[in-house]
């Protein structure tokens, strides 16, 4: 993960935008900028301060002025859908499982930094 986040960190401004509790995406935030040094999220966006969302993202919460060049990466291409769609900025990415079997055999790293080192290299 952090070896993705160094090859996109400077070529985008990055937020972090979920369905979760605030309590989550800063503790997510902290992880991901605890695990690489001079990372950092531009905005939070979590239920809690949007309690609109019913099951929607917008841009528009993240990007008042637009969102011309914004990217997407959501394991979920539904809530991107409704409203304004906006599936092309999506890039569909594998959902991560804590719990599952194959987390536990060391499988589930191999196939996360797969498929990161390959959306890294489309990114840029």
Same mark, same amino acid.
């Given at each position: 993960?952090?070896?993705?986040?160094?090859?996109?960190?400077?070529?985008?401004? &990055? *937020?972090?935008?979920?369905? %979760?509790?605030?309590?989550? +995406? @800063?503790?997510?935030?902290? !992880? /991901?900028?605890?695990?690489?040094?001079?990372?950092?999220?531009?905005?939070?966006?979590?239920?809690?301060?949007?309690?609109?969302?019913?099951?929607?993202?917008? &841009? *528009?919460?993240?990007?008042? %002025?637009?969102?011309?060049? +914004? @990217?997407?990466?959501?394991? !979920? /291409?539904?809530?991107?859908?409704?409203?304004?769609?906006?599936?092309?900025?999506?890039?569909?990415?594998?959902?991560?499982?804590?719990?599952?079997?194959?987390?536990?055999?060391?499988?589930?790293?191999?196939?996360?930094?797969?498929? @990161?080192?390959?959306?890294?290299?489309?990114?840029?």
């Amino acid at each position: 993960l952090a070896a993705f986040f160094e090859r996109v960190a400077p070529l985008y401004e &990055l *937020a972090i935008y979920t369905h %979760g509790s605030r309590d989550y +995406a @800063l503790a997510v935030r902290a !992880r /991901l900028e605890a695990a690489s040094p001079g990372l950092k999220f531009a905005g939070v966006v979590s239920r809690d301060c949007c309690p609109d969302l019913r099951g929607e993202k917008s &841009l *528009a919460r993240l990007f008042p %002025g637009g969102a011309a060049r +914004a @990217l997407i990466l959501d394991d !979920r /291409l539904d809530v991107w859908t409704r409203g304004e769609d906006q599936t092309a900025r999506v890039l569909v990415v594998q959902p991560y499982k804590f719990f599952s079997a194959r987390f536990r055999d060391g499988d589930a790293h191999r196939d996360v930094d797969s498929q @990161l080192a390959h959306s890294a290299t489309a990114l840029e």
